[in-house]
Structure formats: structure tokens, C-alpha cells
């Protein structure tokens, strides 16, 4: 008797047979078609130009502001444009975003978050913005970012995998691919400017929600 494990992250997607999920470095099974798309997005040897991410029709960028680091990000497209009745390939988001970790610079591109995720994110800083979140942590199905909750009213954001500094597949000091954001007023922005966004992205398919 074959026994199937699930991974389950905050943007509640389950694997499933034909989407393996690996936690240190996950990698999505694509349609024959988006192959050699999706390779381009992934690969860490062309690094993309160091610029500000677009403000998409006049919408803010989602902005993290610590000292002397900060992260601007924001969400470019569905994964999978075409793709409107998978609750798994038809919610993938691609998110761009720039880092700078005090002076270290660097840009990624890559289909990180989901539609699921991305709420779940923005419900999470605004619950942080307002006190001692009821969980200390937001972490995905991919590994590529990481929010945590710090017990001196700080937020840690680190970054992994194709959301890394070039290099990061090899021993790289956690200081080098995170940093603190004070928690103020400014996370609840940050949900607003992501919730924004959200709205030229809205769920598709069926419900990807466990049990539901």
C-alpha cells in the first residue's frame, strides 16, 4: 500500500500525485510549452537588471523599509495565464522584487507565491501592525520567503532558493539573506499595498483549500 504525503504551506495548497514539492528547493512539474519560459525565470546565472520594480497602472509597490536593508516587491502575473480551472496552476503568482540588505543588492523573479498565500500574507502584517500576532511566522509552499514575528517587536523577512542572493545555494550567514523590519504602522501599509495588487489577481479554479 502506497502512502502519499502532503505538504501543506500558509497559501493552503496541498500537493498532489504530479506536483512533488520539495522543501529545500521546490520545483513545479510546467506544461511541456512553458518549459523553456519557466527555466528562463529560474535561472540564477542571468541575474536580472538592477531597477526599481514597476508600479503596475499606478498601484504602490509592496515595501519593507529596515535599517539601512529593504525589500520593494511586486506581483507581475499569474504563472499561468491561460490556466483558469487548475485550483493549483491557475493561482501561481510570479513576484518580482528587489533587495538590499545593507548595500548587498539583488533582484528576483519567480512564481513564489500563490493567490491563497499572498491573502494570507496581508491578513498576517496587518495582525503583526496591531500586536502580538496569534502565529509567530508566515511561511509558503515554496521556501523563497520567510516572515517572522521577533519577541523586540521586530520582523524578520529572509529569502531562499530563487528569492536568494546569487550564491545562496551554498553556505551563505542568514544576516546576508535577511533583515529586521521594525513593526509599526507601516506593516498595515504594506497589507493595504499588497491587498491592491491583489485585486487585478484574484482566486481562480476550485477551491485550493484543504478540505473544501
Same mark, same amino acid.
Given at each position: 500500500?502506497k502512502?502519499?504525503s502532503?505538504?501543506?504551506g500558509?497559501? $493552503?495548497?496541498?500537493s498532489?500525485p504530479?506536483?512533488?514539492?520539495l522543501a ?5 512539474r510546467?506544461p ?5 519560459r519557466d527555466?528562463r ?7 536580472y ?7 503596475p497602472?499606478g498601484l ?13 516587491m511586486?506581483i ?10 487548475d485550483a493549483w496552476?491557475s ?7 528587489r533587495?538590499?540588505i545593507? $548595500?548587498?543588492k539583488?533582484?528576483f523573479r519567480d ?5 491563497? $498565500? ?6 498576517w502584517?496587518?495582525?503583526?501592525s496591531? $500586536?502580538e ?7 509558503f ?9 521577533q519577541k ?12 536568494g542572493p546569487?550564491?545562496c545555494?551554498?553556505?551563505v550567514q542568514w544576516?546576508?539573506r ?15 499595498q ?6 487585478r489577481?484574484p482566486p481562480?479554479g476550485?477551491?485550493?483549500r484543504?478540505?473544501?
Amino acid at each position: 500500500m502506497k502512502i502519499l504525503s502532503a505538504f501543506c504551506g500558509a497559501d $493552503g495548497l496541498v500537493s498532489k500525485p504530479g506536483h512533488r514539492r520539495l522543501a529545500a528547493c521546490a520545483h513545479r512539474r510546467l506544461p511541456s510549452h512553458d518549459l523553456q519560459r519557466d527555466r528562463r525565470v529560474h535561472d540564477r546565472n542571468q541575474p536580472y537588471p538592477m531597477r526599481e520594480p514597476d508600479e503596475p497602472n499606478g498601484l504602490q509597490v509592496v515595501a519593507f523599509q529596515g535599517r539601512r536593508s529593504s525589500l520593494k516587491m511586486v506581483i507581475k502575473q499569474y504563472q499561468f495565464p491561460d490556466i483558469e480551472d487548475d485550483a493549483w496552476d491557475s493561482n501561481w503568482l510570479v513576484v518580482e522584487g528587489r533587495v538590499d540588505i545593507k $548595500g548587498r543588492k539583488w533582484t528576483f523573479r519567480d512564481p513564489c507565491l500563490t493567490t491563497i $498565500g499572498a491573502e494570507h500574507l496581508a491578513d498576517w502584517l496587518e495582525e503583526v501592525s496591531q $500586536g502580538e500576532p496569534s502565529t509567530i511566522d508566515c511561511i509558503f509552499t515554496e521556501p523563497n520567503l520567510e516572515f517572522r514575528y521577533q519577541k523586540n517587536r521586530q520582523l524578520r523577512i529572509r529569502f531562499a532558493v530563487e528569492s536568494g542572493p546569487p550564491g545562496c545555494d551554498t553556505a551563505v550567514q542568514w544576516n546576508e539573506r535577511s533583515f529586521l523590519v521594525p513593526v509599526s504602522f507601516a506593516l498595515a501599509t504594506a497589507a493595504r499595498q499588497l491587498r491592491q495588487q491583489l485585486g487585478r489577481f484574484p482566486p481562480r479554479g476550485p477551491s485550493p483549500r484543504p478540505g473544501r
